[in-house]
């Protein structure tokens, strides 16, 4: 392996995806994985330890908040490359990872060769999104902003999409609000921010709600990724 090798770090709670993307890095002569992890905690640990050159990481951790730990990542090393590459629709993810400092985004629908091509792209200073992100950032910004979707999760904020990620893992508000370091209180108005965004009338339907969008995304994820092929649609 020559020793221009970029360093990879990946960042993913499922070890089958980790496998399938080490498999897939590592048959090719200008990248190397450097360590794998598979919460937040150890992400800045490898981080210090080994020094990556790229970050290929999940945004939904079980062990802590990707958005976070994107956001975390980016103010302690603004020039450390990170691409997402997450279980988790697009249309709502995408931008919101840009906007915490993300450099590329893209979905475990993804083949190897789109995987090293984002990977190759963001090493060398670019942004990836697929053709239909870049289509719609274009036209919001063309429109001033505006934007209205059908999908009443696209329409909560950053943080908002946290809690209700949080409380699909089946986080307390208690937890949710340790994690996040944010108080109770605070927690709770999101909670009835979401409800009143969603249309939701109680918070046994927010539970309900959030653990059927988290788990329903999760699966889709791993029916779509193994160790051999890597991830595909």
């Known amino acids: 392996m020559p020793l221009t090798a970029a360093r990879v770090l990946i960042i993913d709670d499922h070890p089958i995806v980790r496998e399938g ?40 951790l079980s062990q802590g908040d990707g958005i976070k730990l994107v956001r975390d990542i980016r103010a302690h090393y603004p020039q450390l490359p990170i691409l997402v590459l ?64 059908a999908n009443p999760v696209d329409r909560l904020t950053n943080r908002e999409l946290q809690v209700l990620h949080l409380i699909g893992k089946g986080m307390s508000t208690r937890e949710t609000a340790r994690l996040l370091h944010l108080s109770v209180k605070t927690i709770e108005s999101h909670r009835r921010r979401i409800k009143g965004k969603i249309n939701l009338r109680s918070g046994t339907q927010l539970v309900q709600f959030a653990i059927n969008w988290f788990v329903g995304e999760n699966a889709g994820a791993l029916s779509r990724c193994n160790p051999d092929a890597g991830c595909v649609a």
């Open 86 to 149: 997450s279980m988790h629709d697009e249309a709502i993810y995408a931008e919101r990872m840009l906007s915490v400092g993300a450099n590329g985004y893209m979905t475990k629908k993804a083949t190897g060769e789109q995987i090293l091509r984002s990977l190759r792209r963001v090493i060398d200073g670019g942004i990836y999104v697929s053709e239909v992100v870049a289509a719609n950032m274009i036209r919001r910004a063309s429109a001033g902003g505006r934007h209205i979707s």
């Open 21 to 60: 993307l080490r498999r897939i890095i590592e048959q090719e002569d200008d990248l190397m994985v450097c360590a794998e992890v598979g919460t937040a905690q150890g992400a800045r640990i490898a981080i210090e330890e080994t020094g990556p050159q790229v970050i290929i990481a999940e945004v939904s």
